[in-house]
């Protein structure tokens, strides 16, 4: 069973508009990961928060974790068609084996 | 562009066929993993390596052999495979275990499509 559940499946916006993307997850975590993927390609790593952080940001991307609810959210600001692509969370478990279990993702489509 | 090499990009192979994907990464990293996507789904999480002991297996079926011959090499031999087993499959490979707290991050190659007939 997947440990993140993603919400919306599948976002559309236009280009300059913001995207919020938001993880849920059932156990406790060591951290929790975004990655983008682009279609049919491999995984790119975007930003890492770990358990004891509550909010990171790199370039136009914001992530804030909530333990206690066990949620993130990513927020892509002013976004370019470019974005268009997957994203998934993947949370890293706290369960004695270290594995990074991924999401359902969020289909995000950024129209010109 | 990865730093995570995979070949090869596309196999088709009958059930009865033994093939193999192969996945090479130089970045000194000590932990590797395969996993398998299918169409709009995440990544499944199938075998993770850690210096070169497997290290977990997610009771994937004994037609699925991971190898891992050095630090910078990881194989997954194919042996009687099932159409439903065709699917993207990525290697990836991280500096330490990627669910630890110090939260590694994992490098994927571009993956191999597989398709059984």
């Known amino acids: 069973s997947q440990q993140g559940e993603e919400d919306p499946q599948a976002l559309s916006i236009q280009e300059g508009e913001n995207a919020t993307m938001n993880c849920s997850y059932k156990?406790?975590?060591?951290?929790l990961q975004w990655y983008r993927q682009n279609s049919g390609r491999g995984l790119v790593h975007l930003i890492l928060?770990?358990?004891?952080?509550r909010e990171k940001h790199s370039g136009r991307l914001r992530v804030t974790l909530d333990t206690s609810k066990k949620s993130s959210s990513l927020l892509i600001t002013a976004s370019r068609a470019a974005d268009t692509a997957s994203y998934f969370c993947?949370?890293?478990?706290?369960?004695?084996?270290?594995?990074?279990?991924f999401g359902t993702g969020t289909r995000l489509l950024v129209s010109p | 562009d990865t730093e995570v090499t995979q070949t090869p990009k596309h196999l088709v192979m009958g059930m009865t066929n033994k093939k193999s994907l192969k996945c090479e990464q130089h970045?000194?990293?000590?932990?590797m993993y395969w996993y398998k996507q299918k169409a709009k789904k995440p990544p499944e999480l199938m075998f993770v390596y850690s210096y070169e002991k497997l290290s977990i297996n997610e009771s994937v079926p004994s037609r699925f052999s991971p190898e891992c011959p050095n630090s910078s090499l990881l194989n997954l031999h194919l042996h009687a495979l099932q159409p439903e087993d065709s699917a993207l499959y990525l290697c990836?490979?991280?500096?330490?275990?990627?669910?630890?707290?110090?939260?590694?991050?994992?490098?994927f190659g571009e993956g191999s499509w597989l398709t059984v007939v």
């Open positions: 156990t406790s975590i060591n951290n």
């Open positions: 993947a949370t890293g478990l706290n369960t004695g084996f270290q594995k990074l279990v």
């Open positions: 970045m000194g990293h000590r932990a």
């Open positions: 928060i770990r358990s004891n952080e």
């Open positions: 990836a490979s991280s500096h330490g275990l990627a669910g630890g707290s110090r939260g590694n991050t994992i490098y």
